[in-house]
């Protein structure tokens, strides 16, 4: 498995999760497993960690370079670009 990890900061927490939860029909479509963690920083409620989990590589990685993506982002309060990395379990 491979593991998509967002890191971004977010100006509305419940704003953000609104659009998140909405959106995984097309992390689904994209080749998402469905496995999601997501995580608050406690110094930084606005900062968010996302980690997904995905099928194959290509494709976590062709969701996290989709214009897509940042617009979703965007619209759902995300300040700034997110920092995407790509994950394997160790």
């Known amino acids: 498995m491979i593991y ?3 890191r971004h900061t977010v100006a509305d927490y419940s704003k953000w ?3 998140f939860d909405a959106d ?4 689904r479509a994209a080749g998402a497993t469905g496995v999601q963690q ?3 920083d406690l110094d930084n409620p606005g900062a968010i960690t996302v980690i997904i ?8 990685l062709k969701f996290g370079q989709d214009p897509r993506f940042a ?3 965007k619209k759902a309060g995300v300040i700034g670009a997110p920092e995407v990395h790509l994950l394997n379990r160790a």
């Open 4 to 6: 998509l990890n967002v």
């Open 71 to 73: 617009e979703v982002t």
């Open 38 to 40: 997501v995580y608050r």
């Open 24 to 27: 995984e029909t097309a992390r």
């Open 17 to 19: 999760r609104v659009a």
């Open 53 to 60: 989990e995905w099928d194959d590589a290509e494709k976590a």
